[in-house]
């Protein structure tokens, strides 16, 4: 399952989607906004996607981690909109036979998310916002 | 020369960059992405700023040099920040 929603993640639903009586290990990566960034605080962020292409590519991504990993079930679910401070913005939830796998394939995932979908964050601030990673 | 007009489509800081979702942009026929590319350098130089600049057509990033057609609609992908 993979889905860009503008709700609330429910991670309890991403857990039983990948429930799986060959499984052995289910590893879950939840990502959240942070209050600061460098110091300066943060009072939310804004995702904003370009929806089919991130399905696309998070669709490769998988099929990468399939030829790697024995991954017997997968759910990724990441928000689009505001997301407030302590919310999940990114959830990916993986189960395998084993744990080594279910380790290794969950973070090759999230770390591959983050280089080639199409998906930006903005900082929103006090006085201000930015939109993260565009300058180098 | 014979022109084409092509659709372009931005996102993230692409869009504050351009000023709106999308703009034309009229291109020799059998141009390639990296003479779009410059041309929206030259027209947007905030674009050179940027860390990258990816271009999309039909939902794939596309190689610099993989030619532009009639219809195509361009997708500026700026740095991706998701997660």
Redesign the interface.
């Known amino acids: 399952m993979i889905e860009i929603t503008k709700d609330k993640i429910e991670v309890a639903k991403l857990i039983a989607a990948v429930s799986d009586e060959g499984a052995g290990a289910t590893d879950v990566f939840v990502?959240t906004t942070r209050n600061k960034t460098s110091d300066k605080p943060v009072v939310k962020l804004d995702?904003?996607?370009?929806e089919?292409?991130?399905i696309?590519e998070l669709q490769k991504i998988v099929n990468r981690a399939k030829s790697q990993w024995p991954i017997l079930k997968y759910a990724i679910s990441?928000r689009v909109g505001v997301v407030e401070i302590g919310e999940e913005?990114?959830v990916i939830a993986v189960s395998t036979p084993h744990r080594k796998a279910a380790f290794e394939s969950c973070k090759f995932i999230?770390d591959e998310?983050?280089?080639?979908?199409?998906?930006?964050?903005?900082e929103i601030f006090e006085d201000g916002d930015v939109?993260?990673?565009?300058?180098? | 020369m014979t022109e084409i007009q092509i659709k372009v489509v931005a996102f993230g800081i692409a869009r504050d960059i351009i000023g709106g979702r999308g703009v034309d942009l009229n291109l020799a026929s059998g141009s390639t992405v990296a003479q779009a590319m410059n041309l929206l350098k030259d027209r947007y130089p905030a674009f050179e700023q940027l860390a990258s600049l990816q271009l999309a057509i039909n939902e794939e990033y596309v190689p610099s040099d993989r030619e532009i057609l009639a219809g195509d609609e361009l997708v500026l992908i700026p740095p991706v920040s998701g997660g």
């Not at chain 1, 995702?47 to 370009?50: Q, T």
């Not at chain 1, 998310?113 to 903005?122: A, F, H, Q, R, S």
């Not at chain 1, 939109?131 to 180098?136: G, I, L, T, Y």
Request: proline content about 10%; hydrophobic content about 50%; overall charge positive.
């Open positions: 990502g995702f904003e996607a370009y089919p292409m991130a696309k990441h913005a990114v999230i998310l983050k280089k080639t979908v199409p998906i930006w964050k903005k939109w993260v990673a565009a300058h180098p």
